[in-house]
């Protein structure tokens, strides 16, 4: 069997998160009435200590929505130059809400206060009207980096005062929260709008939720609808998500654990250049030539390992709920012999 460390989402559900699907209550949620989705919406609203959440059929989908809600078309989105939003939603801003991305240059993938302040637009016609910013945490391209709360609260304090809506990409919001040992209520406090993925390290087949205020959510599901993400009978993987918030928490920072050995095994390579600061699950590192992302990624693949070549020269590994410690010896073995 292969060691899949291309991404935590190529999870499967473990046994007892099959068992709780198949056992779940289902109803037509369109028309509002399914037990389970209701549950996890509620219970996530809860943990977030936030008015509503929606069940949403993916992260990128929640994000889309919630950069909708919050935008008019030729608005202005400020997230970082890497952020999943601008990079990795197909252009999406642009197509689902007319609206268009200024990009900052950040640090790993974080943002900071004072780059905000320098990128809102004046109150001048010849602007776009900046309307929201967005964070990610952990930044999936800034190799799960996590930010500092207290830049999280400049950046609020900043946004109230001037008309910005702050919304997060959240979709590895909860290793943000093992790692850094925060609480969800903290983060409910502080945003407009956070999207989390059910489907990466939480170890869900599908799904994401989106959460806000219930004005927002209520305009967010309308939304949904929309863009064809009105699911029907969706509470059998919404039961997986109930699982995941019940079960699969506590159990990323062994995730963290692993990355943070296979990356002690990387740093002794002569190959191995730049890897990024490892926070949470998540591994990004620079080849050195000859050797090529490609060539590494192939060369590991003939030993049955699996990571991603994100460019030409930087390699990515995602450590998650199927990566057992045995394979992660097993990982470090092979790394050290090449
Ligand atoms: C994976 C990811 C998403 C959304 O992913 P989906 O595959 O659409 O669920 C959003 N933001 C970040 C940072 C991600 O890594």
Do not use: W
């Amino acid at each position: 069997m292969s060691i899949d460390l291309r991404s935590d989402t190529v999870t499967l559900p473990t046994q007892q998160m099959l068992e709780a699907m198949m056992n779940a209550p289902v109803g037509d949620d369109v028309f509002g009435e399914d037990p389970s989705i209701n549950l996890l919406e509620k219970m996530a609203a809860e943990l977030f200590g936030m008015e509503a959440a929606l069940y949403c059929p993916s992260g990128t989908m929640s994000n889309q929505i919630a950069i909708r809600c919050h935008t008019i078309p030729g608005d202005e989105v400020i997230c970082e130059q890497n952020a999943h939003v601008y990079i990795y939603e197909g252009g999406g801003i642009a197509s689902n809400s007319g609206a268009q991305v200024r990009v900052i240059a950040g640090n790993h993938g974080r943002i900071n206060l004072d780059q905000v302040k320098a990128t809102i637009n004046p109150d001048d016609v010849h602007k776009a009207h900046s309307s929201l910013v967005c964070l990610e945490n952990t930044s999936n391209r800034g190799g799960g980096s996590c930010y500092d709360f207290e830049e999280i609260l400049k950046i609020r304090e900043f946004c109230s005062g001037h008309h910005l809506r702050l919304h997060l990409d959240g979709a590895r919001l909860f290793n943000a929260l093992v790692a850094k040992k925060e609480t969800p209520v903290q983060y409910g406090e502080v945003f407009d709008s956070i999207s989390v993925c059910l489907n990466k390290g939480l170890g869900c087949p599908i799904g994401s939720i989106l959460l806000g205020t219930t004005e927002f959510t209520r305009k967010a599901r309308r939304v949904r609808k929309v863009f064809g993400g009105g699911m029907r009978q969706a509470g059998f993987m919404a039961a997986a998500g109930i699982y995941a918030l019940h079960h699969h928490i506590p159990r990323l920072s062994e995730d963290h654990l692993n990355a943070k050995r296979i990356a002690d095994a990387l740093a002794e390579k002569t190959f191995v250049r730049n890897i990024k600061p490892v926070e949470t699950n998540i591994i990004i590192f620079e080849v050195a030539p000859p050797q090529t992302a490609r060539g590494l990624t192939d060369e590991l693949r003939k030993h049955d390992i699996l990571a991603i070549p994100i460019s030409t020269v930087q390699v990515r590994f995602v450590t998650h709920l199927g990566i057992t410690e045995d394979m992660v010896e097993k990982t470090i073995g092979i790394i050290r012999q090449l």
